[in-house]
């Protein structure tokens, strides 16, 4: 049985993890093509998180609005940094590379979680409330305390570990088609945002998540490394809270903003799973 | 207070891999950095990383290349030491899982760069650098090595003899972001400075927001000299309106550079009329700026870069990366339209000065990584050579650090009395406001390791007291992006004597200002306005001695171009630009250029692409 992604053509059947990808582009579209025809105002209106556990008037979280000058091509980060620079230069956010690379800006923006440097103002209803990422402990405004999330990362044993090794001066090698196998899977940039959105993390404060499950799959289909090293990664994501947990409820790959399809790849290591039960029947 | 053999400070591809490299060779070592590692620089890095892999290919051939990229200001015994490394390097990340991108025979793919004569850049994708820093990061994990994340540096704790070569470095002192606490870091060993560039001095950059040079700042001001300031490569083809980088890989692929006209004008105006859009990024960025300020350019702003004749298939193979940053970042489809793309400040080829081993001149205290200069990038690197330079030389760092003996090394580091002094006259006075004369003695530098960085503790604590006890005064933000401005106006790709002093007078009133910068928030938690405000000085610091650096040297050299100067000065000119702070009152001086390497030779030769 193929559980492979049909990349022909001709093939009429989508996977799941296809029509999600291309549901989210067409949303994306119709909101571009709404936003088009509206008389852009001066100014955005944001309300914005505030919490700070040491100062006597934010210990108790509270919105606060902020207006700030439009220009095209804004995004959330830079109202966010326009905000803060021009009225209140306590506001707190990270952020570090405005590019959608360091991850560090993951933010809950209009209910939906998202990169702020990534996210068009223009593609928004206003007035656009930001907050920080759910089911996280929030340190203070818009920061979260990631420590949970490095922690879930760090349980799948993220590094490669190959059985073998050829001499210090040979490469290994790796099919094209292996590469292009992981190759979504490695473009993670630890963001936290489909940890956040998923129902079943929110629950179970043990189960592994999406982001460490893909890392996982970086490695286990990764074919440098080997049977015996691939046999204990099956151990590791076969664990009580790890893929089984899954419901297919797609919240991960619907705010993933590198759009790895999470779901599919989690499926996918369920079937391995099984695969590897049913051999030693 | 904290302590182990080795401390590094920033988790970027310079620090993780001398972490590493410390680790293996037997020491405690620790990462201290302002972001979690994930979220460095090294990351955003696109296009690859130059070795010498292949037959056909040799490690000569890239040290040629690379000082003649340099426009001969490199020193050819860390150019020898790179590119004879380089490949060892680049099995080693592979032999940690780096997803290279790969031929069909399954080995590791290379492909053409700018300044280079062999097609010798491997590469993933154009996401090399994110994946050069998550392989390396995991590598780290690996290991159980400590990582001291968001907490931001802001001190060295080194000796205090009047002669900056007798100093000794024992360790550090920094702010838990989280919690605000300050604390001592003691180093057994060393502390290595691998913090990166420093773009946020100018405001078109495709630098990270956190890229500020604290290392360059902190080591300059410990009296460790800084070298070649002034050449700043600015990349030809980032993105208008956000500074976004758009990888050379695309130029390397195939992809064309057009003027309005509809012209390649890098062989239509004879710029590179050989190697065309693939000359070295100096060139193709006076190209660029040239044909925008002839009338050429489109929206007098910007050019064109075409890569849809490769065809959907090869981008999304090899350049996928870059349609999606050109969609999110310029709501341009790249697959049907071409880049507007202008030139944006991108990597300083300048910085801690160091020898082949990462030693600066204070015992103890090392530099790798963007943050220093060896130097091997000399007045212009080539594309490719950043991400080796972090690995060859991270590693080497880490290695000494940890106490491994690498042969003694061809180049001097530190103050030279006999050196020849600059002759510059500078329009206003740089340097503190107000210098300190003396600043409190520990018993003459015979104190003990504990005692110095608990000094340092105490003394960056009264410093956070002080700025956070303030009541109103001068918004930091005001301040930096004035003097980015004003980088960015006048000590840009083309520069003239009047303009840098303009710059200059800038930046001596940001100085003044500053005395009187202001933090709004009184919080411990998490405070980014008081980690701006301490960052914001550091800027300062690399904005003043760029511009210096830039007046001073009266001639065309690589990346440095002066309108009243338009030709590189051989005779004259091969030498580097050294800066020592002098506790407050900085002095410049020269150190001449090696142009000698182990058995050969590099004869200055004029630079055709």
Redesign the interface.
């Given at each position: 049985m193929s559980t492979e992604t049909p990349d022909t053509e001709t093939s009429e059947v989508a996977s799941p993890q296809t029509r999600r990808l291309k549901a989210k582009a067409a949303r994306k579209a119709e909101r571009e093509a709404a936003s088009e025809g509206e008389i852009e105002g001066e100014t955005v209106e944001l309300k914005i998180f505030r919490y700070d556990p040491e100062i006597a008037d934010k210990q108790e979280p509270r919105f606060d609005t902020f207006y700030v000058p439009r220009f095209e091509g804004m995004t959330v980060l830079d109202a966010l940094m326009d905000a803060r620079d021009r009225y209140d230069t306590t506001l707190t956010f990270r952020h570090s590379c405005r590019q959608a690379v360091c991850g560090s800006d993951a933010l809950f923006v209009n209910g939906s979680q998202r990169l702020g440097c990534k996210t068009q103002i223009a593609d928004l209803q206003e007035p656009v409330q930001i907050e920080p990422l759910p089911h996280r402990p929030v340190v203070k405004d818009l920061v979260v305390d990631m420590e949970h999330f490095y922690d879930q990362m760090r349980s799948v044993e993220p590094f490669f570990d190959p059985d073998d090794l050829p001499p210090a001066d040979q490469q290994q090698h790796q099919t094209p088609e292996n590469r292009e196998k992981v190759k979504t899977s490695t473009r993670c940039i630890w963001c936290g945002a489909c940890m956040s959105s998923c129902n079943i993390a929110a629950g179970d404060n043990q189960y592994l998540g999406p982001a460490a499950i893909n890392k996982a799959y970086r490695f286990y289909f990764d074919e440098r490394e080997g049977e015996q090293r691939q046999k204990e990664r099956l151990e590791i994501i076969e664990q009580e809270h790890g893929v089984w947990r899954c419901q297919t409820q797609f919240s991960c790959t619907e705010v993933c903003p590198k759009d790895i399809p999470l779901t599919e790849h989690i499926q996918e290591l369920k079937r391995e799973a099984v695969k590897n039960n049913l051999k030693f029947w | 207070m904290y302590e182990h053999d080795v401390l590094v400070v920033g988790g970027g591809g310079a620090g993780l891999r001398a972490a590493i490299a410390a680790h293996e060779a037997g020491a405690d070592v620790a990462i201290v950095s302002k972001?979690?590692p994930?979220?460095?620089?090294t990351?955003?890095a696109e296009g690859g990383i130059n070795a010498a892999l292949q037959a056909g290919d040799s490690w000569e051939d890239h040290a040629y290349d690379t000082m003649k990229g340099s426009d001969y200001l490199a020193d050819a015994p860390a150019v020898e030491t790179f590119a004879q490394t380089s490949p060892?390097e680049v099995?080693?990340l592979?032999?940690?899982?780096m997803?290279?991108?790969?031929?069909?025979?399954?080995?590791?793919s290379q492909r053409p760069f700018g300044g280079l004569s062999f097609p010798r850049t491997t590469y993933?994708?154009a996401?090399t650098?994110?994946?050069l820093l998550?392989?390396l990061y995991?590598?780290v994990?690996?290991r159980g090595i400590e990582v001291y994340q968001e907490w931001f540096v802001t001190r060295l704790a080194v000796t205090d003899e009047d002669d900056p070569a007798e100093r000794t470095a024992h360790g550090i002192v920094a702010i838990d972001t989280?919690t605000g606490e300050v604390a001592g870091f003691k180093a057994r060993n060393g502390v290595i400075l691998a913090t990166g560039g420093a773009g946020q001095a100018y405001d078109h950059t495709t630098n990270?927001?956190?890229n500020t040079g604290d290392g360059i700042s902190m080591a300059y001001r410990a009296g460790v000299p800084i070298e070649d300031m002034e050449m700043i490569q600015f990349h030809p083809t980032t993105l208008p309106?956000?500074?976004?980088?758009i990888t050379e890989g695309v130029r390397g692929e195939g992809g064309r550079l057009f003027n309005r006209h509809g012209e390649r004008f890098m062989f239509e105006y004879g710029y590179a009329t050989n190697d065309g859009e693939l000359a070295s990024r100096d060139v193709v960025s006076r190209a660029e700026l040239t044909e925008v300020n002839e009338g050429r350019g489109i929206e007098d702003e910007y050019v064109y870069l075409d890569m849809r004749h490769l065809g959907e298939e090869r981008i999304l193979d090899r350049l996928e990366n870059i349609v999606?940053?050109a969609e999110?970042?310029?709501?341009v489809n790249a697959l049907e339209q071409p880049m507007p793309v202008k030139p944006g400040q991108h990597y300083m080829m300048g910085g801690i000065e160091t020898n082949e081993n990462g030693e600066t001149c204070i015992d103890g205290l090392y530099a790798a990584g963007e943050c220093a200069c060896v130097s091997l990038h000399g007045a212009n690197r080539l594309g490719g050579n950043a991400l080796p330079d972090l690995f060859v030389f991270g590693s080497r760092a880490g290695r000494h650090a940890a106490g491994e003996d690498l042969g003694e090394p061809m180049i001097q580091v530190g103050p030279d009395e006999d050196a020849e002094r600059a002759d510059v006259e500078w329009p206003v006075e740089p340097g503190e406001v107000e210098p300190t004369v003396s600043e409190p003695a520990t018993d003459g530098g015979s104190a003990d390791a504990d005692a110095v960085v608990d000094d340092a503790v105490e003394a960056e604590r009264e410093h956070i007291e002080d700025l956070l006890a303030r009541e109103d005064g001068v918004?930091?933000?005001e301040i930096r992006?004035k003097v980015q401005q004003a980088m960015t106006q006048w000590v840009n790709v083309f520069r003239e004597e009047e303009g840098i002093e303009k710059a200059l007078e800038e930046i001596r009133e940001a100085r003044e200002r500053y005395q009187d910068v202001y933090?709004?928030?009184?919080?411990?938690?998490?405070?980014?306005?008081l980690q701006?405000t301490l960052e914001t000085l550091a800027v300062l610091d690399v904005a003043e001695s760029i511009a210096m650096g830039a007046l001073a040297r009266t001639e065309f050299r690589g990346a440095h171009w002066r309108a009243e100067h338009q030709e590189r000065k051989d005779d004259e000119w091969i030498k580097h630009t050294m800066l020592s702070w002098n506790d407050g009152e900085p002095e410049m001086w020269y150190r001449p250029v090696l142009l000698k390497g182990k058995d050969t030779e590099y004869e200055p030769k004029e630079r055709h692409y």
């Open positions: - | 972001l979690h994930v979220r460095s620089h990351g955003a060892e099995i080693q592979e032999h940690w899982g997803p290279f991108s790969r031929e069909e025979d399954g080995t590791v993933a994708g996401e650098g994110h994946h998550h392989t995991e590598q994990v690996k989280k990270a927001v956190a309106s956000t500074g976004v980088l999606h940053l999110d970042f310029e709501g918004k930091h933000m992006k933090v709004a928030d009184k919080s411990r938690t998490y405070n980014t306005d701006h």
